[in-house]
């Protein structure tokens, strides 16, 4: 890979800025739209463009092929649960929480890569890594102004949300001969077809009447913080690599306590503070180890 650039930077922070955003935006989403929905929306939205960019790079969408099963599995655990658990927490939840909590992805992934992956194995500095992220992670769920017996529920199912898109990360590996937009648009292509009847049966949106911040917000989730990041993504790792594109790990719970606090205006206690240290800290010790 070639030395990056300032652009390439610049890529990275706006990465970084599309995913934290995603955040205040669920939380605005919420207010006239249930989990399912928003999920739902966020997968037909952001396929789009992944979809636009293979057919102008005549790429092959291999979403029925004989691989189907895996696109399928992977579309659910790696889309259709995450954004269902998300929404559902964090309608509940301060988005801030959300992002901090979502940050652990990079903690979860190191643990499971230590038993099903080959290069992937614990040493001191990773160790020390993941107990001072989840330490964090612990500490939060002791604000008691912002996590309390009414949430508590909601906010571990954030955390699962974040647990989900590690085992799809892990899963993704069967298929990892395969082009990245390819398998992108696939999983996408499969989870817009296992959430219609989820859809339809259970909440039937056709009888939402939305507010108009709302529909924005899951259109940009859609379109911008899923399609166009993932785009965003696939450009960055062809550019630099894998470890590169890894650092937006740091950045996203910073811009999403940032942006949470602008536009809705959450309260951020010293608890989010030190708890937000402690897993950027974490994801320090774990990045040096590789």
């Known amino acids: 890979m070639r030395q990056p650039k300032i652009l390439d930077y610049v890529l990275l922070v706006i990465l970084a800025l599309i995913w934290a955003s995603a955040f205040f935006n669920i939380k605005i989403a919420t207010y006239s739209y249930s989990p399912l929905t928003i999920a739902f929306l966020r997968v037909f939205f952001g396929a789009i463009p992944v979809l636009l960019l293979c057919y102008f790079k005549k790429i092959k969408i291999e979403a029925f092929s ?3 099963y895996w696109f399928a599995i992977i579309g659910f655990i790696n889309l259709v649960a995450p954004f269902f658990l998300i929404a559902y927490g964090v309608n509940s939840v301060q988005s801030n929480l959300a992002a901090i909590l979502m940050s652990t992805t990079t903690l979860s992934s190191t643990v499971l890569g230590h038993f099903y992956t080959k290069n992937e ?5 990773r160790t020390i890594g993941v107990l001072i992220g989840f330490s964090g992670i612990v500490y939060l769920f002791s ?5 309390n017996e009414n949430n508590f529920i909601s906010a571990l199912l954030i955390l699962l949300g974040a647990t989900c898109y590690v085992v799809g990360g892990v899963l993704t590996l069967k298929i ?15 989870a817009v077809i296992i959430l219609i009847p989820l859809v339809i049966i259970i909440e039937q949106p056709w009888q939402f009447t939305p507010r108009l911040d709302s529909t924005i917000s899951v259109i940009y989730l859609g379109l911008i913080s899923t399609g166009v990041a993932w785009l965003l993504r696939f450009r960055i790792l ?14 996203i719970p910073i811009f999403g306590t940032i942006l949470s606090y602008i536009f809705l ?15 950027i800290i974490g994801i320090y010790f774990v990045k040096k180890a590789r």
């Open 265 to 279: 205006k959450e309260l951020i206690t010293f608890k989010v503070l030190i708890s937000l240290f402690a897993v």
């Open 121 to 125: 194995k614990f040493n001191l500095i």
């Open 66 to 68: 004989k691989d189907w």
């Open 238 to 251: 062809v550019t630099n690599g894998l470890i590169f594109q890894s650092q937006v790990s740091y950045l």
């Open 143 to 147: 604000d008691n102004l912002l996590i």
């Open 176 to 190: 990892s001969k395969k082009k990245n937009e390819n398998v992108t648009s696939s999983i996408l292509i499969w």
